[in-house]
Nanobody, 125 residues
Framework: VQLQASGGGLVQAGDSLRLSCAIS????????MGWFRQAPGKEREFVAG????????FYADFVKGRFTISRDNAKKTLFLQMNTLSPEDTAVYYC???????????????????WGQGTLVTVSS
């Protein structure tokens, strides 16, 4: 499985961005997909998760309704729509895939098997 994240860039506070994660290689169902981010000097943290089988979504508290995770099943693409961005959202954003589909670990980075290369989001004040 290969994951290719894109869509990052430099925006101003209050703007929106949509990140994409193209999935290639072995297809799978019943898995977890996730977006994580890592700011300079900080640990990687969970942003949003998606259950490929059923479409249930999960979000970090700091998202506060600003972000939406979704997929295009036909195009095998995962999205993260980010609205009302703030400088605190500045980070490298990673998409990830986990094979076992364990619900209790959807927020845990170490449970994911495959990672994209990351896309940088910079929000200026």
């Amino acid at each position: 499985v290969q994951l290719q994240a894109s869509g990052g860039g430099l925006v101003q506070a209050g703007d929106s961005l949509r990140l994409s994660c193209a999935i290639s290689g072995r297809t799978f169902s019943g898995n977890n997909m996730g977006w994580f981010r890592q700011a300079p000097g900080k640990e990687r943290e969970f942003v949003a998760g998606f259950r490929w089988n059923g479409g249930a979504t999960f979000y970090a508290d700091f998202v506060k309704g600003r972000f939406t995770i979704s997929r295009d099943n036909a195009k095998k693409t995962l999205f993260l729509q980010m609205n009302t961005l703030s400088p605190e959202d500045t980070a490298v954003y990673y998409c990830a895939a986990e094979q076992r589909g364990i619900l209790s670990t959807i927020r845990i980075a170490s449970s994911y098997d495959y990672w994209g290369q990351g896309t940088l989001v910079t929000v200026s004040s």
